[in-house]
T-cell receptor
Framework: GAGVSQSPSNKVTEKGKDVELRCDPI?????LYWYRQSLGQGLEFLIY????????KSGLPSDRFSAERTGGSVSTLTIQRTQQEDSAVYLC???????????????FGPGTRLTVL | GESVGLHLPTLSVQEGDNSIINCAYS??????FIWYKQESGKGPQFIID?????DKRQGQRVTVLLNKTVKHLSLQIAATQPGDSAVYFC????????????FGSGTQLTVLP
């Protein structure tokens, strides 16, 4: 079946430009997460969406980062005025948790590799 | 802050041998643990998970052990195959964290022919 998809797979941009990264979660999954993975490192949590609730933005590194999720499905992560330190792989994950009970498995997309020159 | 970390950054094993990848965590409130496998250029792939009310859980060729006393997690891979070569991450979460995962830095497993 279809997994989490992300686009573009690679993005090269110049310092100071804005970028938008897209995530299509698994159909029916109510929870969506964005993570960032720097070279050779583990994943760093950025933001979490659950249904129609207000997103948990506690992991966003600065106000240049924002994300939205339209219609409870597709999500877009926007980075404004990109800096070289924003270069990383941005990963999206989704899970089927309903908001109660225990955690459900997060399934990851292939990621978007962002390079800021 | 509390974090999840791995004991060894690299591990090389002979094909057919068993592999053991270790992970230490420091957040005593963590109640859910996951192992992910990540191949080059791909997103993390779920391997196996375990809740804090369990000590052991087995999957196909993989076993996860949880020792809450010393806050230690391990992943055992039986009869390691070349396709098992990848970076392995442990991750933890607790119900009070919106279920966001905290990842360790990863262990590179290399299977030797």
């Amino acid at each position: 079946g279809a997994g989490v998809s992300q686009s573009p797979s690679n993005k090269v941009t110049e310092k100071g430009k804005d970028v938008e990264l897209r995530c299509d979660p698994i159909s029916g999954h109510t929870a969506l997460y964005w993570y960032r993975q720097s070279l050779g490192q583990g994943l760093e949590f950025l933001i979490y969406f659950q249904g129609n609730s207000a997103p948990d933005k506690s992991g966003l590194p600065s106000d240049r980062f924002s994300a939205e999720r339209t219609g409870g499905s597709v999500s877009t992560l926007t980075i404004q005025r990109t800096q070289q330190e924003d270069s990383a792989v941005y990963l999206c994950a989704s899970s089927s948790q309903s908001g109660g009970g225990g955690p459900d498995t997060q399934y990851f997309g292939p990621g978007t590799r962002l390079t800021v020159l | 802050g509390e974090s999840v970390g791995l004991h060894l950054p690299t591990l090389s094993v002979q094909e057919g041998d068993n592999s053991i990848i270790n992970c230490a965590y420091s957040n005593s409130a963590s109640d859910y643990f996951i192992w992910y496998k990540q191949e080059s250029g791909k997103g993390p792939q779920f391997i196996i998970d375990i809740r804090s009310n369990m000590d052991k859980r087995q999957g196909q060729r993989v076993t996860v052990l949880l020792n809450k006393t010393v806050k230690h997690l391990s992943l055992q891979i039986a009869a390691t195959q070349p396709g098992d070569s990848a970076v392995y991450f442990c991750a933890e979460s607790y119900s009070g964290s919106a279920r966001q995962l905290t990842f360790g830095s990863g262990t590179q497993l290399t299977v030797l022919p």
